[in-house]
């Protein structure tokens, strides 16, 4: 069974940093590409930043391409996305999903190309 487990979440004030973190286990972690998505009150979901296996090609939503990196470490089973010169409109609950996919697919940033996820981890940036 696969468990995708999200950490490192808070509350931070505008042009700081945070840090996520997500292990997963209960799947081959070096064969799936790994995206990171959040959803604000009100809002759809929305993907923030797709990972490949390799970590070698890395994909972002415009608004937080820049600010935010994603990595990931397969020796780990881990998955970080490092936020910086945060907004308040990147307050969020943010999720960390595994692609049922090697690559990231076109249609990432819709999410529906992943199929597992974790419960999220909430980000609150004040302004």
């Known amino acids: 069974q696969v468990q995708v487990v999200e950490s490192g979440g808070g509350a931070v004030q505008t042009g700081g940093s945070l840090r996520l973190s997500c292990t997963a286990s209960?799947?081959?972690?070096?064969?799936?590409?790994m995206g990171w998505f959040r959803q604000s009150p009100g809002k759809e979901r929305e993907g923030v930043s797709c990972?490949?296996?390799?970590?070698?090609?890395?994909y972002y939503a415009d608004s937080v391409k820049g600010r935010f990196t994603i990595s990931r470490d397969n020796a780990k089973n881990t998955l970080h996305l490092q936020m910086n010169r945060m907004k308040p409109e990147d307050t969020a609950i943010y999720y960390c999903?595994?692609?049922?996919?090697?690559?990231?697919?076109?249609?990432?940033?819709?999410?529906?190309?992943?199929?597992?996820w974790g419960q999220g981890t909430q980000v609150t940036v004040s302004s």
């Open positions: 999903a595994a692609s049922a996919y090697v690559v990231c697919v076109s249609s990432w940033l819709r999410g529906t190309s992943f199929g597992d």
């Open positions: 209960g799947l081959t972690f070096d064969e799936h590409a």
């Open positions: 990972i490949t296996p390799s970590g070698r090609g890395t």
